[in-house]
């Protein structure tokens, strides 16, 4: 199993920018350039949505985003730190919500199914204020 821990949420205001970090570790976690990697949110009373996702190295660093966030938001990997951003501009009030990171060792691609990953972090709050 993977072990997933996002970082940098926090309180910003509309128009401001934060950018999400995601670092793996487990006993079972091998290289981390063949795991894929997906940033999803969950708003409060809603269903978790999918958000940015980057592929492995034998992708490309293929990549992927909700249309919500095209524009705005940019996934990338540190491959050397073994570390995965999400850098968020332009933050919305309705971009509030608990960010998750999601781990694939089964795909190669910027998937964007929940059930094509098998590990997830705890989540960190992003809350835009108007």
């Known amino acids: 199993q993977v072990h997933l821990v996002e970082a940098g949420g926090g309180l910003v205001q509309a128009g401001e920018s934060l950018t999400l970090s995601c670092t793996a570790s487990g006993r079972t976690f091998g290289s981390f350039g063949s795991t894929a990697f997906g940033w999803f949110r969950q708003g409060s009373g809603k269903g978790r949505e999918f958000v940015a996702a980057?592929?492995?190295?034998?992708?490309?660093?293929?990549?992927n985003y909700a249309d919500f966030v095209k524009g705005r938001f940019t996934v990338s990997r540190d491959n050397a730190k073994e570390i995965v951003y999400l850098q968020m501009n332009n933050l919305k009030p309705e971009d509030t919500a608990v960010y998750y990171c999601a781990a694939s060792q089964q795909f190669e691609g910027a998937v964007k199914m929940e059930y094509q990953y098998a590990s997830w972090g705890q989540g960190t709050q992003v809350t835009v204020s108007s």
């Open positions: 980057i592929g492995t190295s034998w992708s490309g660093g293929q990549t």
